[in-house]
């Protein structure tokens, strides 16, 4: 009775080491290169794979960064597994990219894969692979040559199309633009002007309510005041007044007597001298001064204003009728 026991542990002994044979035998690690030549710093896969039972535990070894001291590694991917049905078989996969800088022929060496079956830890080595890398041969007879052009891609339209689109979107911006532009223009000259005296007496009263003069602007007071009537003066009567001294403004009005009369000359002829003195001769006026040249200037407009010339000729015209 003993010696059967015996004899029947023997038997599930040898058929247990006969299934973990079996096992093992389905166990696969390879290694293998996308390309066995390469020039010194090009790239290329080195990928590790092995096949497993589902039964097995696997241990997917860790790849270092230099390989034979020689060999850099750039990358690793991730470890990646596919379920083989047919077979009830695993396969682990991982990519790593690597590269050398040195010319010679180069032996990776296996790849060890851990594995657990059963309790039974143990180990299987991939196969190596060889790796050639070589230098870019310089052929030193020719010596020194240019440098050759970039060779010229034919262009496409689906490359040429959002710079076409941009053209016509920046076109259409600009015609907008230049359209609003000359559009403000023109209702800008449609615009009624109004009368010169009327602009020239609003200028007047903003200086008079900013009271320049009391804040010890004197210059910039005086300078305002010339500056408006310079412009009345050549929207009212056609005269280059901005551009010419006073002078030659007086020499004007003397010479064409019919523009104005003794009192608005003298009035003018006030203004502008005592302006000149200010501005360039840094004299300093009192505060009649500055008073009376503001008084004068209303009434110089109010003198020489378009509306009084047109009603002085109308009471002429009903006079000479009257007689």
Known sequence: M????????LIFILLFIISGQASAQQLRATASLDSTQ???GDQVKLTLEIEYPDNIKIEFPQVPDTIQNLIEVLGRSSIDTLEIESEKLQKLTQVVTITSFDSGSYQIPPFWFTFNMNGLIDSIPSNSVALHVFSIEVDTTMGPTDIKMPYGAPVILKEVIPHILGIILIGAILFLVLYSIKRRKNIITQKP????HIIALLELERIKNEKL????KIKQYYSEITEVLRNYMGN???IPAMEQTTDEILQIFINR?????EKSLSNLKQILSLSDLVKFAKYKPSADDDNMTLINSFFFVNDTKLEKVKKVKEDDNCTDNDE
């Open 2 to 9: 003993i010696m059967v026991r015996i004899k029947t542990r």
């Open 38 to 40: 390469i020039l010194i």
């Open 193 to 196: 002007q109004e009368p010169a």
């Open 213 to 216: 003069w009391q804040k010890d």
């Open 236 to 238: 009212r009567f056609q």
């Open 257 to 261: 007597d019919n523009l104005l009369n």
